[in-house]
T-cell receptor
Framework: DGGITQSPKYLFRKEGQNVTLSCEQN?????MYWYRQDPGQGLRLIYY???????QKGDIAEGYSVSREKKESFPLTVTSAQKNPTAFYLC?????????????FGPGTRLLVL | QKEVEQNSGPLSVPEGAIASLNCTYS??????FFWYRQYSGKSPELIMS????GDKEDGRFTAQLNKASQYVSLLIRDSQPSDSATYLC????????????FGGGTRVLVKP
């Protein structure tokens, strides 16, 4: 069963706690992305990775960290430095070349602060 | 000015009518354009991609691109209640690699 999986579906964070969101894909896509979506708004890019062991900051990277040790996996850590973490977090991966890369999304993780 | 702008709606459309959604973008270097549909509480799913000026049709959906005027639109023909969702426009600037910039989305309500 191919696709992008994200876990957990819901995640609760306490004050001062770091939490890690999982993203796995078995589509053999090279590039992977993390977005944040706040209620009633579009998606904002947090981090992205085009190849293993390399990643770049997106538009709102402060308070987040990532790693890309395997092609299939791109976990996102929400650190205690992120003061407003409540949001819907979406992982995506892409395939294609020549500027026609198309991104596909996982089901998302909803992060709530206790 | 936002890089990608959409009317937030809601756009209310009678069942069977045509829904017309617009998206404008600010960067003339934009090369790739995408429409995603997002149901409430779910993740976005790709509807259409378009790269060249003109129209592109896929079933009941038609994307229209006008690079000179910097807008891309989506038409939904024979709108169904199941089309009720938020539609996100996404744009890739050529020099930015794989980065997509998203608009805020247009909420569409199809009334039976």
């Amino acid at each position: 069963d191919g696709g992008i999986t994200q876990s957990p579906k819901y995640l609760f964070r306490k004050e001062g706690q770091n939490v890690t969101l999982s993203c796995e894909q078995n589509l053999n896509h090279d590039a992977m992305y993390w977005y944040r979506q706040d209620p009633g708004q579009g998606l904002r890019l947090i981090y992205y990775s085009q190849i293993v062991n390399d990643f770049q900051k997106g538009d709102i990277a402060e308070g987040y960290s990532v790693s890309r040790e395997k092609k299939e996996s791109f976990p996102l850590t929400v650190t205690s430095a992120q003061k407003n973490p409540t949001a819907f977090y979406l992982c995506a991966s892409s395939i294609g070349s020549g500027g026609q890369e198309t991104q596909y999304f996982g089901p998302g993780t909803r992060l709530l602060v206790l | 000015q936002k890089e990608v702008e959409q009317n937030s709606g809601p756009l209310s459309v009678p069942e069977g009518a045509i829904a017309s959604l617009n998206c404008t973008y600010s960067d003339r270097g934009s090369q790739s354009f995408f429409w995603y549909r997002q149901y409430s509480g779910k993740s976005p799913e790709l509807i259409m991609s378009i790269y060249s000026n003109g129209d592109k049709e896929d079933g009941r959906f038609t994307a229209q691109l006008n690079k000179a005027s910097q807008y891309v639109s989506l038409l939904i023909r024979d709108s169904q209640p199941s089309d009720s969702a938020t539609y996100l426009c996404a744009v890739r600037v050529g020099a930015a690699g794989n980065k997509l910039t998203f608009g805020g989305g247009t909420r569409v309500l199809v009334k039976p």
